[in-house]
């Protein structure tokens, strides 16, 4: 027999029979100077203004800026607020009349004879503007003209009114609506309502009202308060069992059974919220509207000490209590959360399932299984059974629940509801179905339940399937664990695990597509919707949909961790994270198109750590880390009010400035921040900025922050755009734009740079006048060296027709002639003849062809053969790339290196020599090589030194002095070198002259 040993509670915990919405609690822990809060308005800007006993409060949604007596409060008991028409924030409180505006308080009229009395003052301002001012100690009322000019009267005067009320002790009232013409002479008030404990006492201003008012009062029941407050034409009186309320001609009644039932007292009528009233009796409050119906929702206002309840004009509540200021958003007010917020009881529930007859179960994170009942949480511990956590609840077709925790329980649904239904303190084995317990499984992550009622069990590192009773391990060898397990439509088994997703081949888990990096992340959770799509929900990484290897990606939620889905249908996907529930509408049309919406506190979540969604008809059920939330589905479709962006500040290098739509600032006036804020109070800080300023940004930029810096802007014009995106996805109403036009500094201005334009101009022209006088000096030192240069070729000329030669060549020919040699004196005649020609021309040209050039050589080498017969021979070397024709080089430039040759080298030698002429190109360059093996320039000195002869060759002085003018003229690059042969190194005796030249080519 089998013995489990069940030690099982039963508790039934009183704190979870109620439901509640979620509530923001603040407290001074947030920021609040003080628990105790009066009072609470909106002022027209959107800010709230908070009242507290120990000082006031600005709140924008983010924080709490407090002000004290430090900060110019008469006193820090301050108990209600007024706006008046000028935007300036009355404060009721003690000593001094004070208002708030532009950043600090101003006391008003502080010399005032009227208000040197000891004071206590309350601040009244109607639809129409009309300010009174309450002096409860002096027993004086004060009104306020639009010229900022007070006027006085007690309580005994006659005054007539509609409208507004002042309460000297609880049960006597005074109601005001005096004309503003009246109000100049001061005795012509009008008429006066007086109420006491059983009359009405009637005025001409009132008498019709009053008339139909005391039909209602003839059993002379005792009337207890009057109240008037913002609405026009509206007059509220309770009795001890009845409220009624005279507006525009009706008469609404409420009698205290209809409230609170039978044998109530009504104890309390306040109006706040433009319309609401707050009514209490037998200990009891409720909220009605301005036709005195009872508001639901508000049942929970009962267990808080509640002193007064405000509505902003986004319609969130705020309630004044003496613990606090709690928050109630409006899309949060017909939500439902479990266990009760006040005593902040919190059950983190990880599971959440409905029943055939829509009962809702939820498991806990401490093994503890609830029903929801009646509106009531009925909780039963199976923690010793499921040994821990409950991972997940499900109900087969045969109405067999499976509670999975470290160990599966299986019980029938009605046996199970049977149990809790007579609530005992103990089971026996026989109360439940636990079939081959030793073999169940343990360390359970994941179960799925088939269509076919199969089971399937991720625990440890295996596989299990549970079917007919039958447990088997599904897996041979696992080595990791799974957190997801699905059917897909081809029947194949998913598994889902921290490296990516599986599939089951031969018993194996087998990675699927390991080449799509979405199959690769860690996997929370994958559900397959009708139409065969994959949906994975990653640890961390966002949401996708896989279908046919394609991936869809949800934008929004990239880089968050979704921890379960819920399929609705093809189009609506709801997906539990840590910063919410999602909901996504898909858009059935291709490409992937979605519209998402994020529900998070602002909607009611008890909170933003959700687990599991469930939808039951128009509800929706969130299982948080707090407990459970009920949503109404409508609320996601409700019109969202746009929310209002402010710019708070303006800081220009570390100076507040005025706010202003434009600053025209220095150029060195360039470090600017802008503080703003939305007001959304809803949102809870989760509020995304959009900003872009023209001149620097082409697109929007986004951030959480509350300012923006600029350090250092250079001058120009800039237009900075901002604008805010809530939670709920609603933009605020108007983009803020803010102008900077940045002058520049004066060296940047116009007439600056005017000025510099025309000094450039004037030092461009002074410039082009000092240029074009250094062009012509150079071109005059140009003609002087082009003269120079003739000169040289002059000179040069005059060396190669030297009288020596001329002398000798001569002589030659007289000796030809003397020998009766007339043919070879005729040669000789030719040749001298034509070499004179040919330095004639060459003389009147800077530059010559190579092939002339070379005929001069020719010529003069031919007759120096003919003077010293038999002392040398000659070769001419042209390469074969050379067309003499069509290159030019500077004329008469090689002769004084050939004569040189010759006279002192060749001519001196004992032995015939040889001269030699190489003409070669490297490049772009012409190398030309003239080569002697005569006795050489050594010993040539010599012999000159030893001769007498007055003969002295500049030839080769006047070729350099060329060589420098072409360099510098004409860019020639013209290189000589000249090489001495000595027999004890190159074994060989003469001279090579080496010249290079960049040469001109001829087209």
């Not at 005001?176 to 309502?193: C, H, V």
């Not at 003839?218 to 507006?247: A, F, G, M, P, Q």
């Not at 000798?808 to 040699?821: D, P, S």
Request: charged share 25%; net charge positive; hydrophobic share 35%.
């Amino acid at each position: 027999m089998r013995v489990i040993l069940l030690i099982v509670s039963m508790i039934w915990a009183l704190g979870l029979c109620a439901q509640y919405p979620a509530i923001e609690h603040y407290s001074v822990e947030d920021g609040l100077p003080s628990s105790h809060i009066y009072y609470t308005l909106q002022d027209s800007k959107g800010f709230i203004w908070v009242c507290t006993d120990k000082g006031l409060a600005l709140f924008d949604g983010y924080q709490f800026k407090v002000f004290t007596v430090k900060d110019g409060l008469p006193s820090n008991d301050v108990w209600s607020v007024a706006e008046d028409e000028q935007g300036r924030i009355w404060l009721s409180t003690f000593n001094k009349l004070v208002y708030y505006k532009n950043s600090r308080f101003h006391i008003f009229q502080e010399n005032d004879s009227l208000l040197n009395t000891k004071a206590m003052y309350e601040h009244q301002i109607d639809r129409d503007n009309n300010h009174f001012i309450n002096n409860k100690y002096s027993r004086l009322l004060y009104y306020r003209d639009r010229n900022d000019s007070l006027f006085v009267f007690d309580y005994l005067e006659k005054v007539d009114t509609k409208s507004l009320l002042f309460k000297e002790r609880k049960e006597t009232a005074w109601f005001f609506k005096p004309k503003r013409e009246q109000l100049k002479e001061q005795p012509a008030f009008g008429s006066l309502i007086y109420a006491n404990d059983e009359y009405i006492i009637d005025s001409m201003g009132l008498y019709n009202i009053i008339i139909q008012l005391s039909q209602l009062y003839y059993d002379k029941h005792k009337i207890y308060e009057y109240s008037i407050k913002t609405s026009k034409d509206k007059l509220c009186v309770r009795t001890e069992d009845k409220i009624s309320v005279y507006n525009n001609d009706t008469i609404f009644q409420r009698y205290s059974t209809g409230i609170f039932g039978p044998n109530t007292t009504i104890t309390k009528l306040e109006e706040y919220a433009k319309g609401y009233f707050l009514v209490g009796g037998n200990n009891q409050y409720k909220i009605l509207d301005s036709n005195l119906q009872v508001i639901p929702n508000f049942n929970f206002i009962n267990d808080y000490n509640l002193n007064t309840f405000y509505k902003d004009k986004n319609g969130n509540w705020f309630f004044n209590t003496s613990n606090g200021l709690y928050f109630l958003a409006a899309n949060a007010l017909t939500s439902k959360s479990f266990p009760q917020q006040k005593d902040k009881l919190e059950i983190k529930i990880t599971s959440i399932k409905i029943d055939i007859n829509n009962t809702i179960w939820l498991g806990t994170e401490n093994g503890v299984i609830y029903r929801l009942k009646n509106n009531k949480l009925e909780d039963f511990f199976f923690t010793s059974l499921a040994q821990g956590k409950i991972q997940d609840i499900l109900i087969d077709s045969k109405g067999f629940f499976y509670i999975c925790g470290n160990r599966i329980i299986k019980i029938h649904g009605t046996k199970l509801n049977k149990l809790l239904d007579q609530k005992p303190n103990s089971f026996n084995d026989s109360d439940f179905i636990l079939k081959d317990n030793k073999m169940m499984p343990l360390n359970i992550k994941k179960v799925y339940l088939t269509q076919n009622d199969e089971l399937y069990i991720s625990a440890g590192v295996y596989i299990y399937k549970y079917h007919n009773n039958i447990l088997s391990r599904h897996t041979k060898n696992g080595n990791q664990r799974f957190y997801s397990l699905v059917i897909s439509p081809k029947n194949q088994l998913l598994l889902g695990s921290k490296t990516g997703v599986y599939t089951l081949i031969n018993e194996k888990p087998k990675k699927i597509k390991d080449t799509c990096s979405v199959l690769n992340l860690p996997i929370n959770d994958l559900q397959i919707d009708n139409s065969g799509k994959l949906w994975i929900a990653s640890d961390g990484y966002g949401l996708y949909r896989y279908y046919e290897e394609n991936v869809d990606t949800i934008a929004q939620l990239q880089n968050e961790i979704v921890s379960s889905l819920t399929i609705e249908n093809d189009s609506t996907i709801w997906a539990s994270t840590n910063h919410g529930v999602c909901l996504i509408n898909i858009k059935k049309n291709n490409p992937f198109v979605y519209h998402l919406k994020r529900i998070t506190t602002a909607h009611g979540l008890i909170s933003r750590e959700t687990n599991k969604v469930v939808i039951k008809e128009d509800s929706v059920y969130v299982a948080t880390n707090k407990g459970l939330t009920i949503l109404d589905k409508n609320i996601f479709n409700k019109h969202t009010e746009q929310p209002i962006l402010i710019v708070n500040n303006i800081t220009i290098n570390d100076q507040k400035k005025d706010i202003k739509s434009s600053y025209e600032i220095k150029h060195n006036q360039n470090n600017i921040t802008i503080e703003y804020i939305c007001l959304s109070y809803k949102s809870k800080k989760d509020i995304t900025y959009f900003y872009k300023m023209d001149g620097i940004d082409d697109e929007w930029k986004t951030t959480k922050k509350l300012e923006l810096r600029y350090p250092i802007l250079p001058p120009d014009d800039y237009k900075l755009h901002l604008k805010a995106l809530d939670i709920d996805g609603a933009w605020t109403s108007e983009i803020a734009s803010i102008s900077f036009i940045i002058h520049p500094p004066w060296w940047q201005k116009l007439w600056f740079k005017i000025t510099l334009i025309l000094l450039l101009l004037l030092s461009f022209a002074t410039y082009i006048q000092y240029y074009t006088k250094t062009i012509k000096q150079k071109a005059a030192a140009e003609n002087d060296l082009n003269k120079k240069f003739a000169e040289l070729e002059l000179k040069a000329l005059q060396a190669q027709m030297n009288p020596h030669f001329v002398f000798n060549a001569l002589n030659a020919i007289q000796e030809f002639i003397f020998k009766k040699e007339e043919r070879v004196a005729n040669k000789f005649i030719v040749k001298f003849s034509r070499l004179m020609r040919l330095f004639l021309e060459s003389s009147k040209e800077k530059y010559i062809k190579l092939e002339d050039e070379l005929e001069l050589l020719r010529l003069y080498i031919d007759i120096e053969q003919v003077r010293f017969i038999n002392k040398f021979d000659y070769k001419i070397k042209i390469g074969d790339t050379i067309n003499p024709g069509k290159i030019l080089l500077p004329s008469m430039l090689l002769q004084p290196f050939v004569e040189n040759a010759i006279n002192h080298g060749l001519i001196l030698s004992d032995k015939k020599g040889l001269l030699t002429i190489d003409i070669q190109t490297r490049k772009n360059k012409l190398i030309i090589l003239i080569e002697d093996d005569g006795i050489g320039r050594l010993k040539a000195m010599q012999i000159r030194k030893q001769s007498f002869k007055s003969y002295k060759s500049r030839g080769t002085q006047i070729v350099e002095e060329r060589q420098r003018v072409l360099n510098f003229i004409e860019s020639a690059e013209i290189e000589i070198n000249t090489i001495d042969y000595t027999e004890n190194i190159h074994h060989k005796t003469g001279t090579k002259v080496e010249v290079i030249l960049l040469y001109n080519h001829i087209d």
